[in-house]
């Protein structure tokens, strides 16, 4: 089954949402609602984006407590009966976005139940990597930095924001 024009809205704003794009998120959730998406589909997106990122989160805290000896709380990992199609979609791009293997292993293995193909994973993922570049490009540009650049300096940030933030800040 190919993706439909909503459901790659979607997924869009759910990895939008989950790459910490407001750019993207204004984009695409415009998007969805000229592709039909309803107000409950795109909360929906949204609410599906943030519980794989705080699901990322809290496998994160675990593993970082761990190197100091402290046992973290088992991370839920069942998928809910309610889940959807757009839902696993949605879960995926969202995994992708914010680097959470877990979460990408698991929604992967659950997406044969949609039917979801690897040609539709493929497009979510080149559709979710466009976004987190997209992301990245605007934490950039605030810091002074290009494709090119290597280096921010403060001669490069617009209205000078990186010299005020660092001003006071130890020269490191």
Avoid: W
């Amino acid at each position: 089954m190919t993706l439909r024009l909503k459901e790659k809205e979607l997924v869009a704003v759910g990895v939008s949402v989950a790459a910490g794009c407001k750019p993207c998120t204004d984009y695409h959730v415009k998007a969805a609602r000229k592709a039909k998406a309803t107000d409950d589909d795109i909360r929906q997106a949204i609410a599906d984006a943030t519980e794989v990122c705080g699901y990322a989160q809290a496998i994160m805290t675990a593993h970082g407590l761990a190197h100091l000896g402290i046992a973290g709380e088992p991370v839920e990992t069942g998928t809910s009966p309610e889940t959807t199609r757009t839902t696993e979609l949605v879960a995926i791009g969202a995994a992708f976005a914010v680097n959470c293997t877990a979460s990408l292993e698991r929604h992967l293995t659950g997406a044969g139940r949609f039917a979801i193909t690897a040609e539709d994973v493929d497009s979510i993922v080149k559709l979710a990597r466009f976004i987190k570049g997209k992301a990245a490009s605007h934490v950039d540009k605030l810091v002074g930095l290009d494709e090119t650049d290597e280096e921010a300096t403060p001669e490069k940030t617009q209205g000078g924001f990186l010299k005020r933030a660092m001003s006071g800040v130890c020269g490191c």
